[in-house]
């Protein structure tokens, strides 16, 4: 058409192009300004400011202003990446890490009015950068007519100025949303650790639901629908999404393991447990947890209070979930892990701050190791009824931490909401720790030297592995009636060729014979064969003649039942 210049003279057809290439520039001109603002990438860092003022004038906080008052630190100081972490921006694009599943559904959510959430996060000594990132994460990927308020404690960081500098920040950044959205600031002037930090926060909260979340942390897109979306169905569910691991010295974020349910053991330290995925059920779909994904959970608030939030007597760090988690399932709730809501948590190699010496700080332990034998021994004191034993069987030290209340508190909690007895939550929610006492005459890892014995789940093999005292994957059992059996309930046997077999265990007469093993000492002996239990290669068992002094025949469980 320009060609015939029919339809369009010369200088007309100029001015179309001209038009058309103006149009163009605006359209990547605007591309550039919604890129910078909305997407700044580890690998381009921001030179532009968010905001830095507002239309009555006020000068706020520039965001590197904010972060240039850091004081300087070593790196051991927060035990991560400090200056990567300053120069990464105040978000970043995040890798989805979730299922296919979980991008192709709708989900269901419930009215925004009856479901507003308080997010309450606790810190001591986070730097400013990395505080700032999780706040933005949480602005920038939560849908706004949910997200009610934020409720930040600073729990007597040593940078005295931050609290003020951000709320100065997040006025600025905010700006006309701040109307809508309560921002709630606290300073412990000592510091009280990060379970009073957290139950004061949640007493000053007002939406629905509470939601617990670390100083350190990044909301992946769409994390909030798809826990809301659970809640809804029950008012006495609590939820925890799935973390996704950053590292943290690349502050690279990782695509979390959705195979894993939370539990612990009996020295009640956190694990995570194998989950079995049911006929049907697919690996996005919630499921049932024994404990919380670590610390971050969202429940109702008013579930929350009634149940006496965490547990007040519990110093400092540590426990508090566990003991949330099991009075929760005992009291009437239930505990699910929702994988198609990802939030990123730095894992930190070793903690970032110190643990105050108690009173009367025993001197064989350190500070840290006393307050979690501390805080353990109120949870087995509160809640494990008879199977408190179990847990001073294995950390006889904590029975001489002293206490400073009785437990009529929590006993009265579990009889004014009937709550079930610890039994209950073995039998039905956490069978993995269930072991028949009665029956028991030592149980534990056990070990030969610095191996252990460990069941293979793949093909049920045994070897022996590095010694994990505390993983209950690797606990082996030895009956009254002489079975040595694992975790699995499959029992050790001597076979063909007095080859070491793992059998499902016995129950009539015949099986339970070849089954029987006695102790002579340390060794076990088979009392079918006559042969002891030996590990003269180091890494696999054999049947051999029992030698007394044999170093390689000697085995020891971690606890001995007493008689
Ligand atoms: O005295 C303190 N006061 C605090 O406010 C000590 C710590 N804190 C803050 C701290 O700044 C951080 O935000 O408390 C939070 C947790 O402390 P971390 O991050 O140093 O320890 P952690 O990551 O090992 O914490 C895990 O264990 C804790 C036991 O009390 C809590 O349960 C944490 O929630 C838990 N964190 C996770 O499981 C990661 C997932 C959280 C998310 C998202
Ligand atoms: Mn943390």
Known sequence: MFASGKICRPRRCLFYIIVFLICQLILVLQFIVYKRNNDITASKFSSQPLHHSNDS??????????????????????????????????????????????????FKLPPPLASKVSVVISFHNEARSMLLRTVVSLLRRTPEEYLHELILVDDGSQDVTLLDDLMRWMDGFLAARRDRLGLIFRRNQKRMGLISSRNRGASLASGNYV????????????????????????????????????????????????MLKGGFDWSLHFHWLKRQLAIK??????????????????MSRDWFLMLGSFNSYLKIWGGESIELAI????????????????????????????????????????????????????????????????????????????????YD?????????????????????NPELR????????????????????????????????????????????????????????????????????QPCGRNETTRKSQRWL?????????????????????RLEMSTCRSHAVSQSFQFALEMEA
């Open 57 to 106: 004038g006020i000068h706020f906080l520039d965001w590197r202003e904010f972060i240039s008052h850091t004081p300087p630190r070593s790196e051991d100081y927060y035990q991560y990446n400090l200056h990567l972490s300053d120069t990464l921006g105040v978000i970043r694009n995040l890798p989805s890490t979730r299922h296919y599943g979980c991008m192709t559904r709708p």
């Open 211 to 258: 939601l617990f979340l670390d100083s350190h942390c990044e909301v992946n897109e769409e994390w909030l629908e798809p826990l809301l979306e659970r809640l809804a169905l029950d008012p006495h569910l609590a939820v925890s999404p799935l973390l996704d691991p950053i590292d943290p010295t690349t502050l690279s974020y990782r695509k979390g393991n959705e």
């Open 281 to 298: 059920e697919l690996p996005e779909m919630a499921y049932k947890s024994p404990a919380f994904a670590g610390g971050v959970l969202m």
């Open 327 to 406: 009075k929760l399932w005992l009291c009437g709730g239930q505990i699910e892990i929702v994988p198609c809501s990802r939030i990123g948590h730095i894992f930190r190699r070793r903690h970032a701050f110190d643990f105050p010496p108690q009173s009367d700080q025993d001197q064989q332990l350190s500070p840290a190791q006393e307050t979690y034998l501390h805080n353990s021994k109120i949870i087995a004191e509160s809640w494990l009824d008879e199977y408190k034993n179990m847990f001073y069987a294995l950390r006889p030290v904590a029975r001489r931490i002293p206490l400073d209340h009785t």
């Open 409 to 429: 508190e929590m006993q009265k909690l579990r009889r004014e909401r009937q709550c079930h007895p610890f039994e209950w939550y073995l039998r039905h929610v």
């Open 435 to 502: 072991l028949h006492f009665d029956e028991l005459s030592a149980t534990g890892t056990l070990r030969n030297e610095d191996r252990c014995l460990h069941a293979r789940q793949k093909n049920s093999q045994l070897i022996l592995a590095s010694c994990y005292l505390s993983d209950i994957t690797q606990w082996s059992m030895l009956r009254s009636s002489g079975q040595l059996s694992t975790q699995r309930e499959l029992c050790l046997g001597v076979g063909l060729r007095m080859r070491i077999t793992l």
């Open 519 to 539: 102790r002579l000492g340390t060794h076990l002996l088979h009392a079918e064969t006559h042969l002891c239990l030996d590990n003269p290669l180091k890494d």
